[in-house]
């Protein structure tokens, strides 16, 4: 693991527009893995004018979402899918074919999820996976209790997961109780993992996830099997941990 600490929430962003402009970059047909939430806005916001003031150029990349709720069109202003459009997909040269959304709309739950699981696998896998982390430990809508082993599939929210999001709603009652959403198995699979933090509210997750038992009480920690993961967090993230391995980690290495 490549752990970075950051000044604050912008550098966060910043170094996560880096890699990610590097990844297209390097390989224009690249497979992403998007993540939702408060927290990779600054990093859309940064890919949307690398794009429009540098070239930066989506054309060939294929994406996919990691998560959607059940039972809200792709137009509901709370859908994963209205949000990636409005924030990145809008903005940026992505061919509308080649971007990947779970459909919480699907008649066939278990079809679709398996029809998603082929797609990944049709394009040769995830190149680079972005991820942000629930306070609880989650990643995507995989809940503590998730399999650590499990593939796309429909999650049922845990309340503290549904009053987290009910800020976004106008009431509790309106805030989806299930999800689809990648696995961790399918989320381990990704060449390379961009796992992002910013906030004393993520700093009890982020030293459970860096310094805790690997554990599916806490399905974030797995990234600590990955062998190619990196995270990315600002100061407050970092507060509680304990350990100050990551101090000097990312100065350059001899070549
Ligand atoms: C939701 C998403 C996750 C995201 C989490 C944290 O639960 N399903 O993918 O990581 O929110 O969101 P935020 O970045 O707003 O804290």
Redesign the pocket.
Known sequence: MLVEVMVDYDAVSERAAELVAQQIRKKPDSVIGF?????PLGLYKRLVAMHRDAGLDFSKMTTFN??EYIGLLPRHDQSYNRFMWEHLFEHINVSPERVFIPNGMADDIDGFCAWYEEQIERVGGIDLQIL???ANG?L??NEPGSSLGSRTRIKTLTAE?VVV?ARFFSNLNEVPRFAITMGIGTIMEARRLLLLASGESKAMAIQTTLEGPVTAMAPSTIVQMHRHAHVIIDERAASRLKNKHHHGISEPKPE
Do not use: K
């Open positions: 993540a939702t939430g408060s927290t990691l998560d942000g982390i629930g989650h995507a809508f997961t999001n």
